[in-house]
């Protein structure tokens, strides 16, 4: 495994707090500052001999040096994973060792789950909770799903006309590029990285520049699984210099991003210029929660807040577009400003927190300037509305009533802790505003009403609906957008069409006893 990273330095980090969850990740932390030295610190050095720091958003302080991988850097980790495809023996050894290698990954993941949730907190900002007893676990039920798929992997034979025998062989497509985003780092990694490798192929993957550490560590415990050498090539490094040359590479065979629209169009436009590379995208969204007349509004209310507030709005699926019934919003609008007052924002290694700070400078002024958008086009901003606090990058959760379908606030991806509720009359209307949207992830409906329900899940033009129920994420379902939400499926069977290519091989038949 050719790791594509260095530590020249990593700062001690200070806890201010005493909390036996805070004292325990003080600890940890620590703890990871020595694993990470050792592990990384003996590894490759990067080409390019740059470096760049990776930011503690509870503070804004650096956590580390990483390095900063460029085009050359690209080309020595895909030369890795293309050796490890063509001549190495990961797509030669059966299947079944392969699942045992993913499925010895899993463990080791459970074994080390509080250190890797300390580490995606401390990297990212979200809550310690949400990461260790939410997102850690969903990683080892992905690797441990796609394992179990590894060795039931086959084609079919076919009935043709005429005297043949014919079959098709579903092949691993080689070298993948994937491009992981910071809101969800190691999930992404699951999501794209298991179904890769269960089918036989090589990666290359690019962190997030916001969010490269946790990556880096889980690599090494595939390393320790038994991932033969250049299987799996993680490289840190930025989207215009690293990820271009990904992209573009003439030896990668397939491309799987997750980001935002404008950037996954230059990630089709760079691979349809090179090779002419599939691409799998999951981009943008800007879902519908759709409140019916006949809701219980206290459940409507949480289940909409929960829906835009998970991972401080930081969630490309989130509903952040509350469409409520005229009968019920009047009272809708009171209980969600009361619940934004109440939710817990802090230092996300607290226990009880429900939202930590975002990512960055950038995405923490970019909300702001929407909530400035928002109240400058007439919009009620019912609570929030700025900054929490003078450190670190927290925003307060915000909440704006009588939205108009024509405002920022209700087209653009804000990717934040902004709740735009609007009003409608009937079903046909939220169908038709709902669908007017350039994007089409997913999008929520809360009703008691099994037909409201079936008439809302087949007009609505996008990947996933959820039914009185919101981010359901199993393993099992797949996941991906309409319209210029993205291309393809991740998750479920569907991920594994994304990582194989179908030949049929046919062969005369001699007399045949029967066709």
Not at 392 to 404: A, C, L, Q, R
Request: net charge neutral; proline share 5%.
């Amino acid at each position: 495994m050719q790791h594509q990273v260095s530590f020249p330095s990593i700062e001690r980090h200070s806890c201010l707090s005493f909390s036996t969850l805070e004292q325990s990740a003080c600890l940890l932390i620590i703890f990871l500052q020595v694993r990470l030295f050792w592990f990384f610190c003996v590894t490759l050095t990067l080409v390019s001999g740059k470096t760049f720091p990776t930011l503690d958003p509870r503070t804004g302080n650096v956590i580390a040096h990483v390095a900063e991988g460029d085009s050359e850097d690209i080309n020595r980790a895909v030369s890795a994973a293309r050796k490890a495809f063509d001549e190495g023996p990961w797509p030669k050894m059966t299947a079944y060792e392969r699942s045992r290698v993913l499925f010895r990954f899993a463990d080791l993941v459970e074994k080390h789950n509080d250190e890797i949730a300390t580490l995606e907190t401390w990297d990212n900002g979200k809550p310690f909770e949400q990461a260790a007893k939410t997102e850690v676990p969903m990683i080892v039920r992905f690797f441990r799903y796609y394992a179990g798929f590894a060795d039931k992997i086959h084609g079919l034979t076919v009935p043709a006309d005429g005297e043949y025998h014919v079959q098709t062989l579903h092949e691993p497509i080689g070298v993948a590029g994937q491009i992981i985003p910071w809101n969800f780092p190691l999930l992404m990694f699951a999501w794209k990285v298991a179904p890769a490798l269960a089918c036989g192929n090589t990666v290359v993957l690019k962190t997030a520049e916001q969010t490269p550490l946790s990556a880096l560590y889980v690599a090494t415990l595939l390393q320790e699984a038994g991932l033969p050498p250049g299987v799996l090539n993680v490289v840190s490094g930025f989207g215009p210099t690293a990820g271009a040359a990904l992209c573009s590479h003439m030896e990668v065979n397939k491309v799987a991003f997750t980001g935002s629209t404008d950037t996954g169009k230059k990630v089709l436009e760079l691979a349809a210029k090179s090779n002419l590379k599939t691409v799998t995208l999951e981009l943008g969204g800007k879902s519908p929660f759709i409140v019916c007349e006949d809701a219980d509004v206290d459940k409507a209310v949480e289940l909409a807040h929960f829906a835009l507030f998970f991972n401080m709005g930081q969630c490309c699926c989130s509903g952040s577009r509350t469409f409520v019934h005229e009968r019920v919003y009047d009272e809708f609008i009171e209980k969600a400003k009361a619940r934004a007052e109440k939710r817990i924002v802090g230092d996300p290694f607290k226990g009880g927190v429900e939202q930590g700070p975002q990512i960055d400078s950038d995405q923490f002024e970019k909300i702001l300037r929407y909530i400035d958008y928002g109240i400058k086009s007439g919009a009620t901003l019912e609570t929030g509305g700025g900054r929490l606090g003078t450190n670190g990058f927290y925003i307060k959760p915000t909440v704006f009533s009588n939205v108009k379908d024509d405002m920022p606030i209700a087209q653009d991806e804000i990717f934040g802790p902004v709740q735009s509720i609007l009003k409608y009359k009937d079903l046909d209307e939220v169908i038709r505003r709902a669908n007017t949207t350039r994007y089409g992830l997913a999008a929520g409906v809360f009703t008691q009403n099994i037909d409201t329900a079936n008439t809302l899940t087949r007009a609505l033009r996008v990947g996933s609906v959820w039914i009185n129920c919101f981010d359901v994420f199993d393993a099992a379902i797949p996941f991906g957008g309409y319209k210029m939400s993205g291309h393809g499926r991740e998750k479920g069977i569907y991920g594994l069409s994304n990582y194989l290519q179908v030949k049929a091989v046919v062969t005369p038949l001699k007399n045949p006893a029967w066709l």
